[in-house]
């Protein structure tokens, strides 16, 4: 039987790093002709190293300038057209909708669809996310799931809501938690010195950056030790980005860091006391995971894709979206109560090795690619 040719089209190469490089590795080892598709930054040798066949294609993910999308949709015809994928795996919202829309004109055999996280036009209430959000539920309910398709959810909140909208059959939507953790790599480790809350994210206002910020400012006020930092890049490309100079600023308070993006997660979770991302909407948020793997006790939001990590009041603790006073309230909680950490924390790695570990994510994905 000949080689099967596997397509995966992403929007950035630093999100296939962090979210799929173990799986298209692992893709390539069962046997596919793996090829991946992105926009190349900074990642694209690291993707290349790994023995993957990676093709550099460029776009503005949120740009809507009629133009430059035509061209984005000629380009990936002329991908399909020539590479011949026996599957795409397509993720997020641009290379769903315009891989689809090639693939069904160009017959391609399978396709599976990934909408992770829904981001900005979901989470947002600005005008601009309104104004496109109906445009962008009628594409989904066109293009999701037609033919031989599956569509992979990271939670059954956003698996539900696209049932419910009718634009997939339930029977082709498959559920993943997440893009898995490496749980050798991401480990428990014990903690000395004043207690440290952590966030890692991309530097968005969606992310809950700025509710961190004033709900330490009001822990710190308490006159309580503890140290709070923020671990991540900026994304120019996103609405909703924080500036450099915004960061720095925040960063002259006592007590507060910006780390900015960083190589080395696994071992600063090791000297961290408490994760926390209060997130307004979340595929399923690798950093927390990363937590969970490391024994932390997470504090986040109780919304989607969060709470499919944090079960309140067992391995941490959820408050609301957009609310400071909770947030510093639950801060405080486990900031002042080690005894509660440690047994937060355990709960949080059996939950990571049950549920979130790279071979269940890996085994569920090829799975999919099998059954089509």
């Known amino acids: 039987m000949s080689q099967k040719k596997l397509l995966l089209l992403l929007s950035e190469d630093w999100f296939v790093c962090s979210h799929f490089l173990d799986r298209a590795i692992a893709a390539k080892a069962a046997g596919y002709d793996v090829v991946v598709v992105a926009n190349e930054n900074k990642h694209g040798d690291q993707i290349r190293n790994e023995g993957l066949r990676f093709i550099p294609l460029s776009y503005d993910r949120s740009g809507i300038n009629l133009f430059k999308e035509l061209h ?33 004109l160009l017959k391609v055999p399978a396709v599976v669809n990934a909408p992770i996280g829904l981001g900005y036009v979901f989470s947002s209430n600005e005008l601009k996310a309104k104004l496109l959000k109906p445009f962008i539920k009628l594409a989904y309910r066109l293009f999701l799931n037609r033919g031989n398709s599956k569509v992979i959810f990271e939670n059954s909140d956003d698996l539900n809501y ?155 603790l959820l408050v609301p979206i957009k609310s400071v006073e909770p947030l510093a309230g639950a801060l405080v909680k486990l900031i002042e109560n080690e005894e509660l950490r440690l047994k937060m924390g355990e709960k949080s790695r059996q939950r990571a090795e049950k549920e979130f570990a790279n071979e269940l994510v890996i085994e569920q994905t090829l799975k999919v690619y099998s059954s089509l």
Request: aromatic residues 8%; glycine residues 8%.
């Open 162 to 316: 696209f049932v419910e909208m009718n634009a997939l059959k339930s029977e082709d939507a498959i559920l993943i938690k997440g893009a898995g953790v490496n749980m050798k790599q991401f480990t428990p480790a014990p903690k000395t010195g004043v207690p440290s809350v952590m966030l890692i994210a991309r530097m968005l206002r969606d992310k809950g950056i700025q509710e961190f910020i004033e709900a330490a400012k009001k822990v710190l006020t308490k006159n309580i030790q503890a140290r709070f930092i923020l671990v991540g890049g900026l994304d120019e490309a996103n609405p909703t980005s924080f500036t450099k100079e915004q960061l720095k600023e925040w960063s002259k308070v006592e007590g507060i860091e910006w780390l900015g993006k960083r190589n080395d997660v696994s071992e600063l979770l090791k000297q961290t006391h408490i994760a926390c991302l209060p997130s307004y909407r979340e595929g399923l948020p690798k950093s927390l995971i990363e937590a969970a793997a490391s024994g932390l006790p997470i504090v986040t939001t109780d919304t989607v894709g969060c709470r499919e990590v944090v079960e309140d009041g067992v391995n941490g």
């Open 72 to 104: 984005f949709l000629y380009k990936i015809f002329n991908l399909y057209k020539a590479e011949k994928p026996d599957i795409v795996h397509q993720i997020s919202a641009k290379p769903i909708f315009y891989g689809s829309f090639i693939s069904r």
